[in-house]
T-cell receptor
Framework: DTGVSQNPRHKITKRGQNVTFRCDPISEHNRLYWYRQTLGQGPEFLTYFQNEAQLEKSRLLSDRFSAERPKGSFSTLEIQRTEQGDSAMYLC????????????????FGEGSWLTVV | TQLLEQSPQFLSIQEGENLTVYCNSSSVFSSLQWYRQEPGEGPVLLVTVVTGGEVKKLKRLTFQFGDARKDSSLHITAAQTGDTGLYLCAGSPADRGSTLGRLYFGRGTQLTVWP
């Protein structure tokens, strides 16, 4: 299956440690997105890339968070000095086109990476 | 405040019943999407509606986009236990052109279908 792949699927870390998540989008998808989802909530947008350029960042993305997509393919999301409030599922998604998410520009989500900060 | 309000938040029904979930906003959306999410998994796209008044059917699921493109509904006929899951609506507001590709999600409707 060549869907969006995320790893690790689960990560438990101690408060104050750094963690990094990786996302491999669907091949040839230009856009890559990161979302965060906590229990009882829908996903919240964090950031997105058009190829290697990071075009938008949410205010949710504090300076402890950094995302990269160095070659326009895979992406990493790093959280430094983790806090308990960072515990959530981090979702990566990709889409093929450059326009709005209309019928021809569907966004496909990965299975998510669960982070638990203890 | 949520840009997209979904109701009800929880719905528990028996197999064979019909149900409708709603997604409402005060904003106009370029398109709205419905996703289904199972525990521990990412959302899976069910449908995208683009045109005001549009109705799309996916087997026992019927999706409608409001005429003013501010709301949508999902109707399930003769629910089955396999329909259990979190149903999320999401969209891109038409007046936020600078956020191309960014989706705003509702909190979801957790549907449980009992045998």
């Amino acid at each position: 299956d060549t869907g969006v792949s995320q790893n690790p699927r689960h990560k438990i870390t101690k408060r104050g440690q750094n963690v990094t998540f990786r996302c491999d989008p669907i091949s040839e998808h230009n856009r890559l997105y990161w979302y965060r989802q906590t229990l009882g909530q829908g996903p919240e947008f964090l950031t997105y890339f058009q190829n290697e350029a990071q075009l938008e960042k949410s205010r949710l993305l504090s300076d402890r968070f950094s995302a990269e997509r160095p070659k326009g393919s895979f992406s990493t999301l790093e959280i430094q000095r983790t806090e308990q409030g960072d515990s959530a599922m981090y979702l990566c998604a990709s889409s093929p086109g450059t326009g709005l998410p209309l019928a021809g520009n569907t966004i496909y989500f990965g299975e998510g990476s669960w982070l638990t900060v203890v | 405040t949520q840009l997209l309000e979904q109701s009800p938040q929880f719905l528990s029904i028996q197999e064979g019943e019909n149900l409708t979930v709603y997604c409402n906003s005060s904003s106009v959306f370029s398109s709205l999407q419905w996703y289904r999410q199972e525990p521990g998994e990412g959302p899976v796209l069910l449908v995208t509606v683009v045109t005001g008044g549009e109705v799309k059917k996916l087997k026992r699921l019927t999706f409608q986009f409001g005429d003013a493109r501010k709301d949508s509904s999902l109707h399930i006929t003769a629910a089955q236990t396999g329909d259990t899951g979190l149903y999320l609506c999401a969209g891109s507001p038409a007046d936020r052109g600078s956020t191309l590709g960014r989706l705003y999600f509702g909190r979801g409707t957790q549907l449980t279908v009992w045998p």
